[in-house]
Nanobody, 129 residues
């Protein structure tokens, strides 16, 4: 019932910036919590950031806090991840995700992948040193 499509990935030098977008279609009105995850080959999916429907509450992984900013524009059914001061270790495929249910826990709990119902196909971010 919901489709998510990421865009905005690419190749950038260390210290550069990228902005990822996640466009949602379908029944998105109940996407109470949305988030970004990333994955590198051979490793588990890693949480990056999460945001509530209102956009007023955000949560970040320690590895990106202060460098990345998550936001959403519900009128456009789009979520964003502004990525600044990129490091080579940020290289990964980035996925957006959405939870169809009202939040039952504090936002920090949504760093775990199983809270999300819908996932995009991912967009590659590569940071050269």
């Amino acid at each position: 019932q919901v489709q998510l499509v990421e865009s905005g990935g690419g190749l950038v030098q260390a210290g550069g910036s990228l902005r990822l977008s996640c466009a949602a279609s379908g029944r998105t009105f109940n996407s109470y919590t949305m988030g970004w995850f990333r994955r590198v080959p051979g490793k588990e999916r890693e949480f990056v950031a999460a945001i509530r429907w209102s956009g007023g509450t955000t949560y970040y992984a320690d590895s990106v806090k202060g460098r990345f900013t998550i936001s959403r524009d519900n009128a456009k059914n789009t979520m964003y991840l502004q990525m600044n001061s990129l490091k080579p270790e940020d290289t990964a495929v980035y996925y957006c995700a959405a939870d169809k249910s009202p939040p039952l826990y504090a936002l920090g709990a949504y760093k775990t992948y199983y809270h999300y119902d819908y996932w995009g196909q991912g967009t590659q971010v590569s940071v050269s040193s």
